[in-house]
């Protein structure tokens, strides 16, 4: 059997030979599902710790804080970097940004990349982390905005509830996501390097992303 029979073999099991009355079943007894739902038992403490390890691998800046303390170190963030405004996602809990003094820019369907440019921070929440990945998941929801509110701005604090929000790995992440919504996966800063392995960061999204492990969020 040569490598061109093969290929062919598996196109006609995704596709279902012809009179099967189930192209369904053919395509699900070919794949292979026994894979590993996620690598070594941990505990909910470890896995968040090996999350926040993962992140700060990727360079992300990860900080830990629980419900009452966020709004102070949110604004602690904002102001340390120097932020006059920050973009907010129509459904941000409004108490997150409480204490915080930057003006408050709405994304709006007629903003322009050019009007997004101009705010010094964006807020969000997201929909799920990878802890042995150490990335992020947007799924454009209601405390995340449009995704490219989350792309455009330089500086990108990504609060992340915990233990709800944290899972242990991909597949696990993926029971929890649509596929049919805007799926945006981050692991740290934007970033690429050319032939020389020199980085740059901010290249196609945010140069510095702040992940918030934050405890007790509503």
Same mark, same amino acid.
């Given at each position: 059997?040569?490598?061109?029979?093969?290929?062919?073999?598996?196109?006609?099991?995704?596709?279902?030979?012809?009179?099967?009355?189930?192209?369904?079943?053919?395509?699900?007894?070919?794949v292979d599902r026994s894979y590993l739902r996620e690598h070594g038992t941990r505990t909910t403490e470890q896995t968040v710790d090996?999350?926040?390890?993962?992140?700060?691998?990727?360079?992300?800046?990860?900080?830990?804080?629980?419900?009452?303390?966020?709004?102070?170190?949110?604004?602690?963030?904002?102001?340390?970097?120097?932020?006059?405004?920050?973009? %907010? +996602?129509? *459904? @941000?809990?409004?108490?997150?940004? &409480?204490?915080?003094?930057?003006?408050?820019?709405?994304?709006? #369907?007629? /903003?322009?990349?050019?009007?997004?440019?101009?705010?010094?921070?964006?807020?969000?929440?997201?929909?799920?982390?990878?802890?042995?990945?150490?990335?992020?998941?947007?799924?454009?929801?209601?405390?995340?905005?449009?995704?490219?509110?989350?792309?455009?701005?330089?500086?990108?604090?990504?609060?992340?509830?915990?233990?709800?929000?944290?899972?242990?790995? %991909? +597949?696990? *992440? @993926?029971?929890?996501?649509?596929? &049919?919504?805007?799926?945006?996966?981050?692991?740290?800063?934007? #970033?690429? /390097?050319?032939?020389?392995?020199?980085?740059?960061?901010?290249?196609?999204?945010?140069?510095?992303?702040?992940?918030?492990?934050?405890?007790?969020?509503?």
């Open positions: 059997m040569t490598s061109r029979d093969i290929i062919l073999g598996r196109v006609r099991r995704a596709l279902g030979t012809p009179g099967d009355p189930d192209p369904e079943a053919s395509y699900e007894q070919a090996l999350l926040a390890g993962n992140l700060a691998d990727y360079r992300a800046i990860v900080h830990r804080t629980d419900r009452e303390e966020l709004p102070l170190l949110l604004m602690r963030l904002l102001a340390s970097s120097g932020a006059r405004t920050v973009l %907010v +996602p129509p *459904a @941000l809990p409004p108490g997150w940004l &409480a204490a915080a003094h930057p003006v408050r820019v709405a994304d709006r #369907a007629g /903003s322009t990349a050019a009007d997004l440019d101009e705010a010094d921070a964006v807020v969000t929440g997201c929909a799920v982390a990878i802890a042995e990945t150490g990335t992020i998941v947007l799924d454009g929801g209601p405390d995340q905005g449009r995704r490219r509110i989350t792309l455009v701005p330089d500086h990108h604090i990504c609060v992340v509830r915990v233990p709800d929000q944290v899972v242990s790995s %991909v +597949p696990r *992440a @993926l029971e929890r996501l649509d596929p &049919a919504r805007p799926l945006t996966w981050i692991s740290g800063p934007s #970033a690429t /390097s050319d032939i020389e392995l020199d980085r740059v960061e901010g290249v196609h999204g945010p140069r510095t992303l702040e992940v918030v492990l934050v405890t007790g969020a509503d």
